[in-house]
Structure formats: C-alpha cells, structure tokens
C-alpha cells in the first residue's frame, strides 16, 4: 500500500480482512487460535490527532542526559511526543518494566563508549500492542499482549520490531523476568557450565532476580546446590524453589562453612556479585571447577564499575585445580535466546518453574507504581532488599479494549 493511498484515506477507516490463522508461535511456545485479523488503514490519522482511540499525544519516557552510574544523577524524566511505529514495528503500551543491576551500566555508558547522552533507558518490558505498521499487521493485530528485550523500555509506550516482540499469553510480570533474568541463568549454565548430575553448584545473590533461576535449573539437572542470601526469609524462599544449603551471609560465615561443608571444593560458580565474594569462590572451586561471571554488581556504583579484586596468583590457583573462569554477557550469545525463552515460558505455563516478582508491596513508600517509581526501584534493588525481580508497574490494565 502506497504512502499516496495512506494519505489519501486519511480519517476514513478501511478495514481490511484476512485469513484466519493457528498453529503455536515458534518463539513463545504460545498456542494461537484460529482468528481474524483486521487491518485499520488509518492509523496515520490516528497518530496525527488521537481521536477515537485509546492513545494519548504524549507520553513520559526516561533519558539518559548525564553518563554517571549515579542512576537518579544520570537519568531524567522527560515529556514527549508518543511515537509512531514504522512499517515493520509495533506500538506497545508499557504495562510492567523489569528492573536489571546492568542499568546503571548502561547509564554509565559502559557498554557502548561511542554512544553519547542523550539516550533512552531500559531494557526490558511487557503491554499491549496499541498500534502498528502494516508489515507487522501479518503477524500481530491491536490488542494482542507482547514481551521485549531492547532499549527503551523505560517509557509508557516503546516501539518494538515485530520481529524481535515475544507474544505471551497474558500481561504478568512473571514473563518479564524470562526476559533477561531467566535467559541469563538459563543459556549461562547449559553454555559453560557443563553441569552434571551430582554436582555441586555454588549460586551468589541466589535470591535475587537471576539468582532464583540458577537455582531452579542447577536443581533440575540433578545438582546439589547452595545459595548465597542476605536474610532468613530469602532463606526460606530459597529452601521453597529446591535450594539444598542456603547460606545467610549476615548470620553466617560462608567461607567457613565452604570450608567445612564442601571440603572436596565446588564444581560449578554462578557468581554475579565480584570483589571478596568472587575471590572465595576462586578459592573454593574443585578441581576442573568452573565459575561463570555473570556480573559484579558489587562495584557497578562506583566510578569504575570494577570492585577490588586480589587476582596476582590466579593463573597458579587455576593450573592447581584446572578450573576455568568463564565470562558470560546475554547479547553475545542471541543465537540461544529464542530456544531458550521457549522453553522457560513452557515450564513455566506447565507450573514447572517459580518466576518471583518484586513490585515493591514491602517497600518503605510502597508499590512500584508509575514510570517515577523507577527510580526507587532501582535504589531498592541496590540496597539488597528485593526478593525475586525487581518489576514497576507502569501503568494499569487499559479500560479499553478498542480495536482503533
């Protein structure tokens, strides 16, 4: 269809009918039944005035104006135009957004060096399709519920290549932490941590958003697993999803109880805190031991990004035990993401994985609610106070349920 149409059609709506369609998504694992679709050709005039649809002119999203891992210091709150989505991209209206450690990286400018401020932030969210182009209206209409992975999130509404949304059945925060928390553990641990049945699994920040997950899979593989906490009742949640020693670090000595407890070493690491924690995990692994880095989240706040680490005789500790350390950052391994996203939203639906979600109900000034209370989620989650993924409520559930 031609601009010059488009334009010519202006106000005047043209719907368009096609087939029908079923089968299950490829991504998701998602059954979709056989349906209409209905391809509004006036969106353009939509997008231009808002009338006679649920689509607001502007909206808030948060930038990055200052490269500083001080998030509040780095990010503003900014008033702006709702976008428009092209051709091949969808429109989604922001219901939840996942909070990662990694987000004040990324306001740092870590990543990228070469990418100045000012920038969107975010990562990762889940709503609904409000609007779309026409390439995207093959495989998605107005209304179905999407999840992301990509910049930007960190909006009321956020376009998204069709390609890369991830249809899900519903709009819970639970298939927001999949996105990166779960994908994380899940590619990190069946890429390089070679787990085998009987083995040893040492989990760091085990209660936290990625945490929880490594427990979960490093139990499903047939390990014995202890996990690393900050209180008795991330404890107990620990003990519920399959943990076999969790370890409250402020109530006991974990390098004693290493030690003393697992005296033949640990075979596998799943380490996301750096700094003194990642140098006892080197101490303790086995032999042939392997220990996947998956952050430091213990240093993002400082104006490195890199806690101290007293790594002069490591190569030595490394030939005694031939223990290997691995790194592991999500972008580098896409190839795994899709098969593994499957999977997980598959157990999940089938009640098979715990997907823990933290909107703030314990917080001092209660619920992550608004795009605002991003802010308080991320100082909340650097705190240590989260249990599970750290998730804001970005707006509620749409009062309609219009088609445009």
Do not use: W
Request: proline content about 5%; charged content about 20%; aromatic content about 8%.
């Amino acid at each position: 269809m031609s601009r010059a149409l488009l334009a010519r059609n202006g106000r005047r709506a043209l719907p368009l009918i096609y087939g029908g369609r079923r089968g299950t998504d490829t991504l998701s694992g998602v059954h979709l039944a056989a349906r209409r679709f209905i391809v509004d050709m006036s969106y353009s005039a939509h997008f231009m005035d808002f009338k006679g649809s649920s689509i607001a002119s502007s909206m808030k999203k948060l930038v990055v104006t200052k490269l500083s891992p001080n998030f509040r210091e780095a990010v503003s709150t900014q008033t702006v135009a709702v976008p428009t989505p092209g051709d091949a991209d969808l429109l989604v209206r922001n219901r939840f957004v996942g909070i990662n450690a990694s987000d004040i990286n990324y306001s740092a400018g870590r990543y990228n060096p070469s990418v100045k401020p000012p920038f969107d932030a975010g990562f990762e969210g889940i709503g609904e399709v409000v609007g779309l182009g026409l390439s995207a209206s093959s495989r998605y209409t107005v209304g179905d519920t999407v999840a992301y992975f990509g910049s930007g999130a960190f909006a009321e509404y956020t376009v998204v290549p069709a390609k890369e949304a991830v249809p899900v059945p519903a709009v819970k925060p639970e298939f927001l932490t999949l996105l990166v928390s779960g994908a994380t553990a899940y590619i990190a641990l069946k890429r390089l941590g070679d787990l085998a049945k009987g083995e040893t699994v040492l989990v760091t920040a085990a209660a936290g958003g990625t945490g929880q997950f490594a427990v979960q899979f490093a139990k499903q593989a047939g390990c014995h697993v202890i996990g690393t906490c900050s209180t008795n009742e991330k404890a107990g949640f620990l003990k519920s999803i399959g943990c076999d020693r969790p370890i409250n670090y402020t109530a006991e000595d974990l390098a004693k109880i290493l030690r003393k407890e697992y005296p033949q070493g640990i075979d596998v690491v799943y380490e996301s805190v750096g700094g003194s924690v990642l140098e006892l995990a080197v101490n303790s692994l086995a032999n042939k031991g392997r220990l996947i880095v998956i952050g430091f989240i213990s240093g993002y706040q400082s104006a490195s990004g890199i806690p101290p680490f007293k790594g002069g005789t490591l190569p030595v500790k490394l030939l005694q035990k031939s223990a290997s350390i691995r790194g592991f950052f999500l972008p580098h391994f896409l190839g795994d993401y899709r098969e593994a996203l499957s999977s997980m939203i598959q157990m999940f639906a089938k009640g098979k994985l715990v997907c823990e979600v933290d909107c703030g109900d314990l917080a001092q000034e209660g619920k992550f609610v608004g795009l605002d209370a991003v802010f308080r989620a991320v100082d909340y989650m650097y705190a240590g106070r989260n249990l599970g993924k750290v998730v804001v409520e970005v707006a509620p559930p749409s009062v309609s349920n219009s088609k445009l």
